[in-house]
């Protein structure tokens, strides 16, 4: 089966950094993404690791330990546009991604 | 490019009944899927399909069925609907193939409430 931990939530001041973290449990791993999602719209796709390391687009970075099982998801320079749920997944196979809870993030004035 | 395209948006069911939700793209992708959001649960994967006329269940298929007769369309049917289906449905698609990204770009969202 699949095991995707993250936390629930997080609150961060505007302009902040924030991190992130997720661990992962998975019977394969052919990569791991990160999603955005708004309240009541569809997830839209932030990044991709499968090897090693930091992967950077700007304000986000996402970072990933295949050994660990672990990755994060760092946001800079926060705005108050950056409060949504945050979904990590991966990718066990080919095709299917299965997602994480999400981690709420409230960025505040 | 409409990407992909759910229909309805909103729909109110009873018991029992059965109703189907409708999924298109048109980026010619392989890789089409269906994922139910509750809440404290995330996306939790019901079918998917890897290609015209092939399917296969996820992690929840009870109570669905799905078929495949395009590479555009992949329809989701709820066969005798219960309140514990209650869920907001996203359709998703994707080229497939074990190398690359192949990002899964979602559609808007089914709302479906079962009373």
């Known amino acids: 089966g699949q095991n995707i931990d993250q936390p629930t939530e997080m609150t961060a001041t505007e302009g902040a950094i924030v991190q992130i973290n997720c661990t992962y449990q998975?019977?394969?791993?052919?990569?791991l993404f990160w999603y955005q999602q708004h309240a009541g719209e569809a997830p839209t796709f932030l990044s991709y690791n499968v090897l090693d390391g930091l992967e950077e687009k700007g304000r986000f970075s996402s970072f990933l330990s295949r050994s660990k099982g672990y990755s994060y998801l760092l946001l800079k320079e926060l705005q108050m546009k950056d409060s949504a749920s945050y979904l990590c997944?991966?990718?066990?196979?080919?095709?299917?991604?299965?997602f994480g809870a999400g981690t709420t993030v409230t960025v505040r004035a | 490019n409409a990407g992909v395209t759910q229909t309805p948006k909103f729909q109110v069911l009873k018991t029992g009944q059965s109703m189907t939700l409708q999924c298109a793209q048109d980026m010619n992708h392989e890789y089409m899927s269906w994922y139910r959001q509750d809440p404290g649960m995330g996306l939790r994967l019901i079918h998917y399909s890897v290609g015209a006329g092939i399917t296969d269940q996820g992690e929840v298929p009870n109570g669905y069925n799905v078929s495949r007769s395009t590479t555009e369309d992949f329809p989701l049917r709820l066969l005798s609907a219960a309140p514990s289906q209650t869920s907001v449905y996203f359709c998703a698609s994707s080229y497939s193939g074990v190398s690359g990204a192949n990002v899964l770009t979602f559609g808007a969202g089914s709302r479906l409430t079962v009373l």
């Open positions: 998975t019977s394969g791993f052919n990569g």
């Open positions: 997944a991966v990718r066990d196979g080919d095709y299917k991604l299965s």
